[in-house]
T-cell receptor
Framework: DVKVTQSSRYLVKRTGEKVFLECVQDMDHENMFWYRQDPGLGLRLIYFSYDVKMKEKGDIPEGYSVSREKKERFSLILESASTNQTSMYLC?????????????FGPGTRLTVL | SQKIEQNSEALNIQEGKTATLTCNYTNYSPAYLQWYRQDPGRGPVFLLLIRENEKEKRKERLKVTFDTTLKQSLFHITASQPADSATYLC???????????FGTGTQLKVEL
């Protein structure tokens, strides 16, 4: 089974702090994604990566950056956290060889910015 | 722009009945339509996929239909149980290693 893990289930940070959210997958998937999920807004794509050191902006990249130095690891960075970045953050991975784009999600990180 | 619509209101049904959830889309020609289950505070979990050239797909108590003319998918859970209570998301893709576009989900509550 595909396993996607995220570094923290719950995180509380202060405004202005730099925040790192880590995601690791163990299935050698090329594609990795970061979403945020807010009530009534559904899943919104922040960034995704098709390969090591490659990244592409999703629908809401402002205020975020990403890093993918190794195939299995995709990090989301909040350079200067703000209260409007309080949300549930979800990481996912997929294999382009599957053709169907099925994504496998981690358990999520509930981030609160005070 | 691409748009996916799912009922935003929660669906409440009695145990043993069939739950039917709807997913409508516009400005999209998906090759695949997928359904995911999400429990509170957890990540979505893949349930079932249907291809554009398939009309219906079944897996145990789950059934998905896909009408590309109506641009609609129906997701059925037969003999529903309280354990089926969750939010169900539909997602579309064109395939070939691309992104998924998700709907906002419909919350299902199965009552005793």
């Amino acid at each position: 089974d595909v396993k996607v893990t995220q570094s923290s289930r719950y995180l509380v940070k202060r405004t202005g702090e730099k925040v790192f959210l880590e995601c690791v997958q163990d299935m050698d998937h090329e594609n990795m994604f970061w979403y945020r999920q807010d009530p009534g807004l559904g899943l919104r794509l922040i960034y995704f990566s098709y390969d090591v050191k490659m990244k592409e902006k999703g629908d809401i990249p402002e205020g975020y950056s990403v890093s993918r130095e190794k195939k299995e690891r995709f990090s989301l960075i909040l350079e200067s956290a703000s209260t409007n970045q309080t949300s549930m953050y979800l990481c996912a991975s997929s294999a382009p060889t599957e053709l169907t784009d099925t994504q496998y999600f981690g358990p999520g990180t509930r981030l609160t910015v005070l | 722009s691409q748009k996916i619509e799912q009922n935003s209101e929660a669906l409440n049904i009695q145990e043993g009945k069939t739950a039917t959830l709807t997913c409508n889309y516009t400005n999209y020609s998906p090759a695949y339509l997928q359904w995911y289950r999400q429990d509170p505070g957890r990540g979505p979990v893949f349930l079932l996929l249907i291809r554009e050239n398939e009309k219906e797909k079944r897996k145990e108590r789950l059934k998905v239909t896909f009408d590309t003319t109506l641009k609609q998918s129906l997701f059925h859970i037969t003999a529903s149980q309280p354990a089926d209570s969750a939010t169900y998301l539909c997602a579309l893709s064109t395939g070939g290693g691309n992104k998924l576009t998700f709907g906002t989900g419909t919350q299902l509550k199965v009552e005793l």
